[in-house]
């Protein structure tokens, strides 16, 4: 390969795994400066989301804040590739050995953002290792609703964390928003009419340059009743109304995630309603459904490579924490009605968790920081 010219060994090197591309750097000099390249880092990230590869499943002992349990699993955070998903390896993150909750805010390019209640937030690319533990920005936030969401933003080159601290007294809210940008390391508040109420506290979902929570701008109401969505060049906010429902008195729950690239909508209604999932591709469409046997809780993750199946993670809630059931399989979309494979993750513990994709990629938090930056905790301003 080091004869051939620089596009084919480009071309070639981008089909490869990030632990090969790491192998592949001891090979010459010339071999290592090209895969450490910016240009040949997004290449490689291109093409593994357009061809659905090197993704990894994610799965993280602190479970989302409506299935919260005592059972957490000590911090730890394992990972699986998903064409071998029966092969796991714990991984080494930058909260490992920290008390308190360590819930996973969102996964973008590779990078994920994960944060612990006593340290922040960090930024960590799994397939690397590298991290960037955040400033802090606030002091004690016990007596507030706090949600987060972190995506890329794609016109300014620079990865963004947006944080929510609300507190509601009657029907009165006072928020605070800030944006923390990792091109410039630091944090800054933003200012906004945010005439909503935040109910569940889930953290925020990215999908096409902007972060989707879920909110409700009645604070008597029960559920929330529309999507805002935070687009993360203009630093603005807009509603996306939910899919049209057609019992919305029976709505119980609702949920939104990112499946493939796009913003997804699921609810769980009264039985025996089906859980639908609902795609955001310009306006809602029905991608597929599940009968209300599957699980209380239903997580669309990933299609197979092949497109034919999808990845569910289903939750059963049981008479106490200690029989709630998650459970993996694998769903063919031709044959709805067939049984669905079932996976079996070795060497993972039983109790709650919460299940995340994530692509392998070499994007580097000290590139988009500056150098030095990465392992360390940034600056605040």
């Not at 910016?38 to 291109?46: A, P, S, V, W």
């Not at 093409?47 to 989302?64: K, Y």
């Not at 529309?226 to 996306?240: D, M, P, Q, R, T």
Request: one cysteine or more; aromatic letters at 12%.
């Amino acid at each position: 390969m080091a004869g051939l010219p620089t596009d084919i060994n480009i071309d070639i090197l981008s089909r490869l795994s990030v632990k090969c591309l790491l192998r592949f750097k001891c090979v010459s000099k010339s071999f290592c400066s090209l895969i450490d390249s910016q240009e040949f880092i997004k290449i490689h990230l291109k093409r593994s989301i357009e061809t659905n590869s090197n993704l990894s499943l994610i799965l993280s002992g602190t479970p989302a804040p409506i299935l919260d349990s005592s059972r957490y699993w000590g911090g730890k955070i394992f990972s699986a590739g998903l064409d071998s998903l029966n092969l796991v390896v714990e991984l080494d993150h930058p909260f490992k050995n920290c008390k308190g909750r360590t819930p996973i805010v969102d996964s973008c390019n590779g990078l994920i953002a994960l944060k612990n209640d006593e340290n922040g937030i960090a930024l960590w690319n799994p397939s690397t290792e590298e991290h960037l533990i955040l400033p802090k920005f606030w002091g004690d936030l016990k007596d507030f609703t706090v949600v987060d969401g972190f995506g890329y933003d794609a016109v300014n080159d620079d990865y963004k964390v947006v944080r929510f601290v609300q507190l509601v007294i009657g029907n009165v809210g006072y928020t605070e928003i800030a944006v923390y940008s990792l091109r410039t390391n630091s944090w800054r508040r933003i200012r906004v009419d945010f005439p909503y109420y935040i109910f569940h506290g889930w953290d925020g979902t990215f999908a096409d340059g902007h972060v989707h929570w879920l909110v409700t701008n009645n604070p008597e109401d029960y559920i929330e009743n529309l999507i805002i969505a935070f687009n993360l060049k203009s630093e603005e906010f807009h509603e996306v109304p939910l899919p049209h429902l057609e019992n919305r008195n029976g709505v119980l729950v609702m949920f939104v995630g990112n499946f493939s690239g796009c913003l997804y909508f699921s609810c769980l209604c009264n039985y025996p309603q089906p859980v639908v999932i609902w795609v955001l591709k310009g306006c809602w469409t029905k991608a597929f459904s599940f009968p209300r046997s599957v699980g209380d809780y239903v997580k669309a993750l990933a299609y197979s490579q092949s497109g034919g199946k999808v990845l569910v993670d289903k939750f059963e809630y049981g008479e106490d924490e200690d029989i709630n059931r998650w459970e993996l399989f694998w769903y063919d979309l031709q044959n709805q009605g067939a049984a669905a494979d079932q996976v079996t993750i070795h060497g993972v513990p039983q109790g709650c968790r919460d299940t995340i994709v994530c692509v392998d990629s070499r994007v580097s938090v000290a590139a988009c920081a500056g150098r030095g930056v990465a392992g360390r905790e940034g600056r605040m301003s």
